[in-house]
T-cell receptor, first 109, second 112 residues
Framework: GQNIDQPTEMTATEGAIVQINCTYQ??????LFWYQQHAGEAPTFLSY????GLEEKGRFSSFLSRSKGYSYLLLKELQMKDSASYLC??????????FGTGTRLTVIP | DAGITQSPRYKITETGRQVTLMCHQT?????MFWYRQDLGHGLRLIYY???????DKGEVPDGYVVSRSKTENFPLTLESATRSQTSVYFC???????????FGSGTQLSVL
C-alpha cells in the first residue's frame, strides 16, 4: 500500500521560516515532488528530489532522506502570498504520482 | 502559450446523467492524466494516457471512461453520474515519464 503523511494545517508569521514535513511509505520510489496549490486553483510545481540532500531554489528548499522515508519543504522570508496548500507527492513508478492530502499553510501578519 | 485548458469550469448535473469533461493541451505532451481532488484525500489518479490511443487505469477508475484519439485531447466521461463523483477534477500533462506535471485549472463537478 501507499501512505503519505503531512500535517493538515500550519500557521506562521510573515517574514518567518516554516518547515512542512512529509513522511512516506510506498511500494516504489522514483522521486518526491512538492506542489503549491492556492485555494480554487491548480497545483503548480515547486521542487523535485530524487537523491538525498537539500535542493535550494530561492526562498524555497526541499530536503529528502530516502532511508528515513522523509522529506521537508522549507519556506524562508514568508510572504502573505505563500498562504496555500503544499502537496507532497511520491513518484512510485515510471509515471505514477501518489499525492498526500496536503498541508494548508496560513501566513499571518 | 495556451498550455492546458479544461472545460467546463463548473458543472452541475443529476444522478444518472452522462457528462463529459474536456481537456486540451497545446504542448504536444505525450502523457496526460485525470485526477480528482476531494477533502480528506490527496489528488487521486483516475486514468492516464501515454500517447494517442493508449490509456490505462489509475487508482480510482470505476465509473469513468476516457479516450485519446488525438494527442492534444483527453476527455473524461462519467457514463452515469453518481453523487460520490462530486469532486474537483484536474487534467494534467507532461512530456516525459517522471517529469513534473502541468495542471489545468480544474472542473468543479456537482452531482445532485
Amino acid at each position: 500500500g501507499q501512505n503519505i503523511d503531512q500535517p493538515t494545517e500550519m500557521t506562521a508569521t510573515e517574514g518567518a521560516i516554516v518547515q512542512i514535513n512529509c513522511t512516506y511509505q510506498t511500494s516504489g520510489f522514483n522521486g518526491l515532488f512538492w506542489y503549491q496549490q492556492h485555494a480554487g486553483e491548480a497545483p503548480t510545481f515547486l521542487s523535485y528530489n530524487v537523491l538525498d540532500g537539500l535542493e535550494e531554489k530561492g526562498r524555497f528548499s526541499s530536503f529528502l532522506s530516502r532511508s528515513k522515508g522523509y522529506s521537508y519543504l522549507l519556506l524562508k522570508e514568508l510572504q502573505m502570498k505563500d498562504s496555500a496548500s503544499y502537496l507532497c507527492a511520491v513518484l512510485t513508478g515510471a509515471n505514477n504520482l501518489f499525492f498526500g492530502t496536503g498541508t494548508r499553510l496560513t501566513v499571518i501578519p | 502559450d495556451a498550455g492546458i485548458t479544461q472545460s467546463p469550469r463548473y458543472k452541475i448535473t443529476e444522478t444518472g446523467r452522462q457528462v463529459t469533461l474536456m481537456c486540451h493541451q497545446t504542448w504536444s505532451h505525450s502523457y496526460m492524466f485525470w485526477y480528482r481532488q476531494d477533502l480528506g484525500h490527496g489528488l487521486r489518479l483516475i486514468y492516464y494516457s501515454a500517447a494517442a490511443d493508449i490509456t490505462d487505469k489509475g487508482e480510482v477508475p470505476d465509473g469513468y471512461v476516457v479516450s485519446r484519439s488525438k494527442t492534444e485531447n483527453f476527455p473524461l466521461t462519467l457514463e452515469s453520474a453518481t453523487r460520490s463523483q462530486t469532486s474537483v477534477y484536474f487534467c494534467a500533462s507532461n512530456s516525459r515519464s517522471g517529469e513534473k506535471l502541468f495542471f489545468g485549472s480544474g472542473t468543479q463537478l456537482s452531482v445532485l
